[in-house]
């Protein structure tokens, strides 16, 4: 950004712009690389999984094929981890799978209060809000006030069960299938399962909201 | 540890702010936080629990005001320095002074997609039956260790319902500190919302934890 220049009245100048964490982090990848430690193209590789390959899609399809095989949802309820890799989906933060299904009577919600532990296999890498305090310090003490935040009222009966991601395993929830849906292919259904109603701070989106 | 990361039932930590379409990175750093991380990951230096030890130790201050990948990097230069493979001065001037500790694996890009396609599984076998059997109530320990746990503080002390036999892992507060696997049986714990929060609880909560045997006693 040589282009900007600073007035000058600025008592010291900076050689560029980086910010803290971009020279730190160049400052980190520099070091690395000039001791063979690290590979600067397995980084891009890693990158471009997370960007393209891994990420909620690979959820989607695991939900979309739970509504329309109930086999299928049987195995993920029995055995998440093989019903998933059946899938192809599997690795790094998706190797002990759980699903846990909404019912007309309960709604699941998925926390790591510790760290940021997510399930990246299905839902790729997690957005900042997941592993920020805020979600992190209120999904277990008033679950309805954060979902509110999201825009999801539940009703007043509704059980609201929270899973603290405490250990190695990884939580995927099954959204409830919305109404309106029969005769969907697993495409059109995979369509209305957002990254959010599988973390449990959203329903699956109806026909209409999708269009 | 009683740090900044425990953060379950705190107040005033601001609004969730979820923020639509939001992009996977927010800068081009946090791509090279997250693959230089897990490329240190794969040397086979330190576990997953001790690096999770070392995001937890940063000053209460930085952890709370830092992003998750600031976090990464800060607690990754830790674990360098810690093990040999870097040095503060190298950090400070960004470049190579000395040849450091030579790592069992060096990631490379023909590597990335057979290691993060297979990860970091956990499960280990233990050749005891399990304690607690499903149905069965139990007692969440107090403590309070200065070292790594996986036991919130909001859900020590606590009773609660074995939901599930999760199968046998590695124990954390064991293997975060050198002290080997040490698998233990692994619980889903269920408890009350009343339970843990006391007067004006939500009456339709409940919340679960995934407990090692070791945190849960018989009532």
Known sequence: MSEHHHGDGHGHHHDNHFTDME???????????????????????????????VGP???????????????????LKRDATAAIASLGFAGRQGE??????????????VVCTLCSCYPWAVLGLPPVWYKAPPYRSRAVIDPRGVLAEFGLELSAEKKIRVWDSTAELRYLVVPERPEGTEGFSEDALAELVTRDSMIGTALALSPEAAR | MNGPHDLGGQHGLGPIAPEKDEPYFHAEWEKRALGITLSCGAFGAWTLDESRHARESLPPPIYLSASYYEIWVRALETLLKRHGFITQAELDTGHMLEKGREPKRVLKAEMVAGVLATGGPCDRPVDRPPRFAVGQTVRTKNFNPKTHTRL?????????????????????????HGKGENPQWLYTVVFDAGEIWGEGADPTLTVSI???????ERV
Not at chain 2, 169 to 175: A, E, H, Q, S
């Open chain 1, 23 to 53: 020279a730190r982090v160049k400052a980190l990848e520099t070091v690395l690389t000039e001791k063979g430690l690290i590979d600067p193209e397995a980084i891009d590789a890693i990158v471009e999984t997370y960007e393209t390959k």
């Open chain 1, 57 to 75: 899609r690979n959820g989607a399809r695991v939900v979309a094929k739970a509504w329309s095989d109930p086999e299928f949802a049987d195995w």
């Open chain 1, 96 to 109: 002990h799978m759980r699903a846990v299904f909404n019912t007309p009577d309960t709604h699941n919600l």
């Open chain 2, 152 to 176: 919130p503080r909001y859900a020590r002390a606590k009773v609660g319902v074995v939901e599930a036999v999760q199968g046998s892992f590695v124990f954390p507060d064991d293997n975060a």
């Open chain 2, 210 to 216: 995934d407990a090692w045997e070791s945190y849960l």
